[in-house]
């Protein structure tokens, strides 16, 4: 595909590879998307994919797919476990965009230990919260599936709120007035 010098420029040429030239037009926006998986004895956990009974502060989704208008820039994910310290032993972290894996087998551990980290504050250094910056952007096509599995350790203690994670980059939105 080449060099992109800005997200906005990978959005772009991968959705052009898809035909989707006309999503250039649409509304830019800084995104964050964010679901939560119960904490309950937990050891494999999948983002993204169970939606019932989940209110608006647990997800801001209804899908695992982003509207037909719509597509994202991934440059950072986000993981919180309230009172819980899951990231202080071994995790096994799986980024899939359709039937592909982008990020496969990554240990959060080594980003919540310090020495090991990305940035320095990328973690509270507590096991509880991490920061995984990209260093290759991940693009999240219009209407094409994703989801985020997290294995972690027996052992490993959780927060009762769950583990949320947030998915944070550049984004487009649907602007109803170039589509419409």
Request: charged content about 15%; aromatic content about 10%.
């Amino acid at each position: 595909m080449g060099t992109f010098t800005t997200p906005r420029a990978k959005l772009n040429s991968v959705n052009n590879s898809l035909g989707v030239r006309a999503i250039a037009s649409q509304q830019d926006t800084t995104r964050a998307v964010y679901d939560t998986i119960s904490g309950a004895a937990l050891t494999f956990g999948q983002f993204f994919q169970n939606f019932a009974g989940k209110t608006a502060f647990q997800t801001n989704l209804d899908s695992n797919k982003l509207d037909s208008e719509e597509s994202m820039v991934i440059n950072e994910l986000i993981f919180s476990a309230a009172g819980g310290t899951p990231f202080a032993t071994a995790t096994n972290l799986n980024v899939y965009v359709g039937d592909d894996c982008v990020v496969k087998d990554f240990n959060l551990q080594y980003a919540a230990t310090d020495g090991f980290q990305e940035f320095p504050i990328s973690s509270n250094n507590s096991g509880s919260l991490v920061s995984l910056p990209m260093l290759t952007s991940i693009v999240i096509p219009p209407q094409v599936s994703f989801k985020i599995t997290l294995e972690l350790s027996e052992g490993s203690v959780y927060g009762a709120n769950g583990i949320k994670l947030v998915m944070k980059g550049f984004g487009k939105i649907f602007k109803p007035n170039v589509s419409l």
